[in-house]
């Protein structure tokens, strides 16, 4: 089983849509998450940080499951310029693992 | 700096020659990471530096790369002997510390001919 596993995607979506992405991780030990987007040929950038109590921020919303091991990311009212691929990142020891990625396509 | 700086943006080189690459973290953040990415592909875990305490190497994918960091500063990555499968963005990223959401640079987009 990989360390960090995402939904494979891609997720085409309308305007205004709904969208929910998952990640599972291996490590039980694991104690930092986070959530990145990366845009087409640029640098991955912070979205937001995942915490045990989950976390919301504006349209976006975090919760983490450390019984089942897995993270998740929902986006309300999603937007063109939410179109990305977005990248589940969980530390490994001292690491931090990237997922693949799921790329979301919000369509007009 | 503003954010994590990485030179050259941008390196085209002839195979067997080497290069060295340079990020230049955020002022202040002690933990750097080194990571690679192949065009489609995700992030590849390569070495990670923490203040003083020894690297971990653990993703280097060969002998022929290395890196060095001196203290908290800058950091510069080295491809011997450069092949066509190196060719990626190399990306670099920092943070405050270990469990911190971290920032990245823009990367430095190898190609190796």
């Known amino acids: 089983r990989k360390e960090v596993e995402q939904d494979p995607g891609p997720f085409n979506v309308p305007e205004g849509a709904t969208v929910a992405f998952n990640c599972t991780y291996s490590?039980?030990?694991?104690?930092?998450f986070f959530w990145y987007r990366q845009d087409c040929r640029k640098e991955p950038k912070l979205l937001m940080s995942?915490?045990?109590s989950g976390n919301e921020d504006g349209r976006f919303t975090a919760q983490l499951n450390r019984a089942s091991q897995y993270i998740s990311l929902l986006i309300r009212d999603s937007k063109l310029s939410d179109s990305a691929t977005y990248l589940c990142?969980?530390?490994?020891?001292?690491?931090?693992?990237f997922g693949p990625g799921t790329r979301l396509s919000v369509l007009p | 700096g503003a954010g994590v700086s990485q030179s050259p943006s941008n390196k085209v080189t002839e195979k067997g020659k080497d290069v060295e690459l340079r990020c230049d973290p955020i002022?202040?953040?002690?933990?750097l990471y080194w990571y690679r990415q192949r065009l489609g592909q995700g992030l590849e875990f390569l070495i990670y530096f923490q203040g003083n305490s020894a690297p971990d190497k653990s993703g280097l994918p060969s002998d022929r790369f290395s890196a060095e960091r001196t203290g908290e500063s800058v950091s510069t990555l080295t491809i011997q002997r450069t092949q066509q499968e190196d060719s990626a963005v190399y990306l670099c990223?920092?943070?405050?510390?270990?469990?911190?959401?971290?920032?990245f640079g823009s990367g430095t987009r190898l190609t190796v001919v």
């Open positions: 990223a920092s943070s405050l510390e270990v469990g911190y959401g971290y920032t």
């Open positions: 990142v969980v530390n490994i020891g001292q690491n931090f693992v």
């Open positions: 002022s202040g953040h002690t933990a």
């Open positions: 995942v915490y045990s």
């Open positions: 490590n039980s030990a694991s104690q930092s």
